[in-house]
C-alpha cells in the first residue's frame, strides 16, 4: 500500500502553516517575551509533561486494542502498537482525516475489511469528542471568566450525544441504509454499509461507550492537568477545574473548526481564556505553545519515529499479490 501523494504534500502544507501561524503569533506578543517566559518553565518539568502525554497515548491504544478484539479482528501486540502510533503523523491532516488510512492500512496488510476498520476510527474520533465535551461541561461548573462566544457551541456539541442515542435504534441505523442505498454511487454498496453500520452498533452499544467513556475521559483529562501544570510552574497557579475547561475547551473549538491539528484555533482558544483570568498575554501564549508542543506535535514526532521504524512491515503488499 503506498501513501497518496496529496497526503505527503497537504502534510507538509500544514507544516508550513504551523510556522507561519507561530511566527504571526510570535510577532503579536513579541518572541523575546514569550521566550522570556517559556525559559522560566523548569527544564526537568518536561518529563512531567511528557510523561502526562504518554500516559494519554497509552490509553487511547488501549481502547483501539480493545475494539480490535471486539469486532474479532485483533492483532498481534507489536503490529497493533506499530500502526496504532504511525498513524499519529497523520493527526495534523484536517479533521484528523488521515486516519482513515488505518482503516486502510488493516485491510490491505492485515486484511481487515473497511466494514470493521472504518467503525473504529469513527468510534475513536466520537468518543475522544465525546470526553473533552464531558471535560467541558465539568469545567464550566469551576469557570469565573466570561463565556461570551462559547455558550452556542458548547450547546450545539451537546446534541452529539443524542445522534449517538438515536443510532442505537435498529429502525434508524436501517433508516439510514436505505437512504444511503437510494444513492446510485452507494447502491452497490449496500452489504458493505450494512455490515459498517452493525460493526458501529457494536462499539457505540452500552457497554463499550461505559468504556470507552471512562477510558477517553482519563485519557484527556491527563492533558488538561498538563495546561494546569505548566500554568503552576510558570507562576500563575490556576484551579483545576479552570485548566480543565481552558483546555477541553480549546480542544472542541480546534476540532469543529476542522482545522489541521485544531491549529490556531485551540492556541488562540487557550489563549484568550487564559487571559479572562487575567494572565498576560506573553505568558498565556507561552502556556499555549508548551501545551500544544506535548499534545500535538510531540504526537506527530511519535508518529514519524514508529512510521519510519515499521513502514516496510505496515506498507508491504498482502500475502496473496
Same mark, same amino acid.
Given at each position: 500500500?503506498?501513501?497518496? *501523494?496529496?497526503?505527503?504534500s +497537504? *502534510?507538509? =502544507?500544514?507544516?508550513?502553516? /504551523? ?8 510577532l ?12 522560566r518553565?523548569?527544564?526537568? /518539568?518536561?518529563?512531567i509533561?511528557g510523561?502526562l502525554?504518554? #500516559? ?6 488501549w481502547?483501539?486494542?480493545?475494539y @480490535?478484539k ?7 501486540l ?7 502510533f504511525?498513524i ?5 491532516? &484536517?479533521?484528523k482525516i488521515?486516519e482513515?488510512?488505518k482503516?486502510?492500512?488493516?485491510r490491505?496488510?492485515?486484511?481487515? &475489511?473497511?466494514a470493521?476498520?472504518?467503525?473504529? #476510527? #469513527?468510534? !475513536? +474520533? ?8 464531558i471535560? =467541558? ?7 469565573? %471568566? ?9 450547546v ?5 450525544? $443524542?445522534i449517538?442515542?438515536?443510532f ?9 441504509v436505505s437512504?444511503?442505498?437510494?444513492? /446510485?454511487l452507494?447502491?452497490?454498496h +449496500? ?16 457497554g463499550?461507550t ?5 477510558l ?9 492537568? %498538563? ?13 483545576? %477545574?479552570?485548566a480543565?475547561? $481552558?483546555?477541553?475547551? %480549546?480542544? @472542541?473549538?480546534g ?8 491549529l ?6 487557550i ?5 479572562t483570568l487575567n494572565?498576560?498575554? =506573553?505568558?498565556a501564549?507561552?502556556?499555549a ?9 510531540l504526537?506527530?514526532v511519535?508518529?514519524l519515529?514508529?512510521? @519510519? *521504524?515499521? +513502514?516496510?512491515?505496515?506498507l508491504? !503488499?498482502?500475502p496473496n499479490?
Amino acid at each position: 500500500m503506498k501513501i497518496p *501523494s496529496k497526503l505527503i504534500s +497537504r *502534510s507538509f =502544507a500544514v507544516i508550513v502553516f /504551523s510556522i507561519a501561524l507561530y511566527t504571526i503569533l510570535a510577532l503579536f506578543f513579541g518572541w523575546e517575551n514569550i521566550t522570556a517566559e517559556a525559559k522560566r518553565f523548569p527544564a526537568m /518539568s518536561l518529563f512531567i509533561l511528557g510523561g502526562l502525554s504518554f #500516559v494519554n497515548y497509552f490509553l487511547r491504544f488501549w481502547r483501539w486494542h480493545v475494539y @480490535l478484539k471486539t469486532l474479532d479482528s485483533p492483532l498481534p501486540l507489536k503490529q497493533s502498537i506499530n500502526l496504532y502510533f504511525a498513524i499519529y503523523v497523520m493527526v495534523i491532516t &484536517p479533521g484528523k482525516i488521515g486516519e482513515i488510512f488505518k482503516a486502510g492500512i488493516l485491510r490491505e496488510r492485515f486484511k481487515t &475489511p473497511l466494514a470493521k476498520g472504518i467503525p473504529i #476510527v #469513527v468510534a !475513536e +474520533r466520537i468518543y475522544d469528542f465525546l470526553a473533552v465535551l464531558i471535560l =467541558a461541561v465539568v469545567g464550566i461548573f469551576f469557570w469565573p %471568566g466570561s463565556m461570551t462566544g462559547m455558550t452556542t457551541g458548547l450547546v450545539a456539541a451537546c446534541g452529539i450525544p $443524542v445522534i449517538l442515542f438515536l443510532f442505537q435504534k435498529d429502525s434508524i441505523r436501517r433508516a439510514l441504509v436505505s437512504k444511503a442505498a437510494n444513492n /446510485s454511487l452507494l447502491a452497490k454498496h +449496500r452489504v458493505g454499509l450494512e455490515e459498517s453500520m452493525s460493526s458501529m452498533s457494536i462499539l457505540l452499544s452500552p457497554g463499550q461507550t461505559t468504556f470507552s467513556i471512562i477510558l477517553s475521559t482519563l485519557a484527556w483529562l491527563c492533558e488538561c492537568l %498538563g495546561l494546569w501544570f505548566v500554568c503552576r510552574e510558570l507562576g500563575f497557579p490556576i484551579q483545576l %477545574g479552570e485548566a480543565t475547561f $481552558v483546555y477541553a475547551a %480549546g480542544t @472542541l473549538v480546534g476540532s469543529l473548526s476542522f482545522l489541521p491539528g485544531g491549529l490556531g484555533g485551540t492556541e488562540a482558544t487557550i489563549i484568550w481564556l487564559l487571559g479572562t483570568l487575567n494572565i498576560t498575554g =506573553a505568558t498565556a501564549a507561552a502556556v499555549a505553545l508548551l501545551v500544544r508542543l506535548f499534545t500535538l506535535w510531540l504526537a506527530v514526532v511519535i508518529g514519524l519515529i514508529f512510521f @519510519l *521504524s515499521a +513502514r516496510k512491515d505496515l506498507l508491504k !503488499e498482502p500475502p496473496n499479490h
